[in-house]
């Protein structure tokens, strides 16, 4: 068996899905964060009447593609399924500091923290309303 110097230069480009763990880490962060935004007496009431398991599932989609999953996230538009819910900017606010919060307490780095908050930053002229 011969080895090539090919395949030492060959570069596999990893997702910050992959580093952070995938699937199960994400699944993880998604359920630590909706114990949070859930138990937040101001955040709460958007999600009335709303099937938290099928959100989380969702949410790990979504989160996944925005990390770089190779899945693809096939649910509504951020516009469409929060355009009815009047979101402030400091709901979003809120939502977005348990997000990393919740990001730090399932041991992600800050650099990393910032990483997904600038990917997922822009949506606040999809989903605050208000």
């Known amino acids: 068996m011969t080895h090539s110097p090919a395949a030492d230069q060959q570069v ?16 993880a962060v998604v359920e630590i964060f909706y114990g949070k935004v ?5 955040l709460a009431g958007y999600f009335d ?5 099928r959100l989380k599932r969702h949410q790990s989609r979504f989160i996944g593609q ?3 999953a190779v899945r693809p996230y096939s649910g509504r538009s951020m516009e469409k399924a929060h355009g009815h ?9 809120r939502v977005v500091g348990h997000l990393a919060a919740s990001l730090a307490e399932a041991g992600v780095d800050e ?5 997904i908050a600038a990917r997922l930053g ?7 309303t208000a």
Do not use: C, Q, S, W
């Open 85 to 93: 819910l009047g979101v402030t900017d400091a709901a979003f606010d």
């Open 12 to 27: 596999t480009e990893e997702t910050l899905y992959d580093r952070l763990g995938g699937e199960a880490a994400v699944g």
């Open 49 to 53: 009447g709303v099937d938290v398991d």
């Open 111 to 115: 650099d990393t923290i910032g990483v």
């Open 38 to 42: 859930l138990a937040d007496e101001a």
């Open 66 to 68: 925005a990390l770089g």
């Open 122 to 128: 822009p949506l606040r002229a999809d989903i605050v």
